[in-house]
């Protein structure tokens, strides 16, 4: 049967290894920091951070997963990209909460 993904295998791989280098990135610096906000907020900022990097993770296993069902191809891309989406949409919420915040205490 034919791979009816395969167009889109690439593109989505590349976007989401290089989100997810920014995400890591961005933690990595976050979390040397003092946070102008409160507990309560730094603990949203993570939450958001790791579930945007867990749910790219997962879009990044579905992209590459070659025995996925080919007769509902379109159906699992587009699952696969809705959760990339969520997961950017997640990651980059929680990166700018925190430049926000260092915003606004500055």
């Known amino acids: 049967m034919e791979d009816k993904i395969q167009a889109y295998r690439q593109p989505m791989v590349t976007a ?7 995400i890591l990135n961005f933690a990595a610096t976050w979390v040397k ?4 906000s409160g507990d ?4 949203m900022i993570a939450i958001c951070l790791l ?4 749910l ?3 879009c990044l296993f ?11 191809a379109e ?6 990209l809705i959760l990339f989406i969520i997961g950017l949409c997640l990651a980059f919420g ?3 909460v925190d430049m926000f915040m260092h915003f606004m205490s500055d």
């Open 16 to 22: 989401t290894g290089i989100i997810l280098g920014f």
């Open 33 to 36: 920091q003092d946070t102008p």
């Open 40 to 43: 309560w907020l730094a603990y």
């Open 51 to 54: 579930s945007g990097a867990l």
């Open 56 to 58: 790219l993770i997962i």
């Open 62 to 72: 579905r992209i590459l997963y070659m025995n996925y069902p080919r007769n509902k």
């Open 75 to 80: 159906q699992y891309y587009r699952r696969t």
């Open 94 to 96: 929680g990166a700018f």
